[in-house]
Each structure stands twice: as structure tokens, then as C-alpha cells.
């Protein structure tokens, strides 16, 4: 069982998140904060895998409570879950050692699929996360990082190619295969097989080359 402590002040937005993650079988909710102090000291108490962390909360915010997490609780993993989608939050809740960041209006499996991931060790971001990381990454010195990231993308093919570019728009696996004309299930594939064939450890790192390769 993945054992998951939710972080957020107002008692209604836990309850949901709750009935959301409980109705997964392999997920269990060991417990709620009401601010980011308490789950830090929850979060070590109950040994939780993963913790839902909010950012605008009393006491000490999410974002706060996130930098002290690797001390307080090292093997708990985070993902900040808000309403607040500035560029800012998302590349401070990322370079803090965040394993996700996803708005608060994600849809229930989006959310439950998150925390599998933080669970395995592997980084989920929500498709307006994305954008915005890629939108802060993409300055710089232009030239060089195109140029790199177009020979790295010849290996794809065309319909690869094409998967990336909407990677790099920050589009979900279900709007690009509505943009494609492909099924979820499909563009599932093509990513991991994309992925693959450019080592990109995630897709935010994919986004990044498309986003460069267009500069």
C-alpha cells in the first residue's frame, strides 16, 4: 500500500483528496495537516510515501515545508497540489526536490497516477505545470541548444516527432491523441518509446528539446 498524508487547511479540499485516493486499492490516506509544520512532523511519524502538500497554508506554507521535507522526513517524497499555477510556485516546488506539481482542478486519476509515480521514484507534472517550466527553460542562448536538440530528435520518426511537438505545447496524453487521432493508450506508447530513444528520464525533459528545437 502507498501511504499518503494530505497537507491542506481547509478541511473540505482534504476530504475530497481522501475520497479521491482512497478509492484506489493501493492506496491508503495514514493522515491530514492542517498547515506545513504539522506535516513535516506527520509525515516522519507515520512513515508516509508520499505527501500532498498545498502552498498557501498557515503556519509554514507548502513550498517551505517541502525544502525542510529531505530532513524531516527522507523518505517521504512530495507533490505540491494547488490552486495557484504561477510559473514561479512550479519551478520552486520542482528545484526543491518536489516529485510533482498538479492544480488543484486535475482530474481524480490524473491525481491518483501522480502518486504512484512519486511512489516509484519518478517525477509527475500536470500539462499547465509543463508548459511553464518550459516556457522559464526555454531562455538562453538559443543557437547552440536548438542545434543540439535537433540532431537528438532526428532519431525520431515523423509520427514521433509529431508527439513531441505536443509534448512541448504541454498537452496530456488525452489531448494529444485527440490532436493526432490516436488513442490515449497509443500516445501512452509513443512516449515511452520516444522517451527511450532520447534518454529523457520524463516528459517534461522532452518537452524541453521540442521547445529548443523550435528556437
Do not use: W
Amino acid at each position: 500500500m502507498i501511504r499518503v498524508l494530505v497537507a491542506d487547511d481547509e478541511p473540505l479540499i482534504r476530504a475530497g483528496i481522501r475520497m479521491i485516493l482512497t478509492s484506489a486499492e493501493d492506496i491508503e490516506v495514514v493522515g491530514e495537516a492542517p498547515d506545513g509544520a504539522q506535516a513535516l512532523r506527520m509525515a516522519a511519524e507515520l512513515a508516509a510515501d508520499v505527501l500532498l502538500l498545498d502552498i498557501r497554508m498557515p503556519v509554514m506554507d507548502g513550498l517551505s515545508a517541502l525544502a525542510e521535507l529531505p530532513r524531516a522526513a527522507p523518505g517521504t517524497r512530495a507533490i505540491v497540489l494547488t490552486t495557484f499555477g504561477e510559473r514561479e510556485n512550479v519551478l520552486r516546488a520542482i528545484t526543491s526536490g518536489g516529485a510533482g506539481f498538479l492544480l488543484k482542478d486535475t482530474a481524480p486519476g490524473e491525481l491518483i497516477q501522480a502518486v504512484r509515480a512519486a511512489a516509484t521514484g519518478h517525477a509527475f507534472l500536470s500539462p499547465a505545470a509543463t508548459r511553464h517550466i518550459v516556457d522559464s527553460l526555454a531562455d538562453g542562448p538559443a543557437a547552440a541548444r536548438g542545434e543540439q536538440a535537433r540532431r537528438r530528435l532526428a532519431v525520431l520518426t515523423a509520427r514521433e516527432r509529431a508527439v513531441v511537438d505536443l509534448l512541448g505545447e504541454g498537452l496530456s496524453n488525452a489531448d494529444t491523441g485527440a490532436r493526432l487521432h490516436m488513442s490515449e493508450a497509443t500516445v501512452k506508447t509513443y512516449v515511452s518509446r520516444i522517451l527511450a530513444k532520447l534518454d529523457c528520464e520524463n516528459r517534461v525533459q522532452a518537452a524541453l528539446l521540442a521547445r529548443d528545437a523550435e528556437l
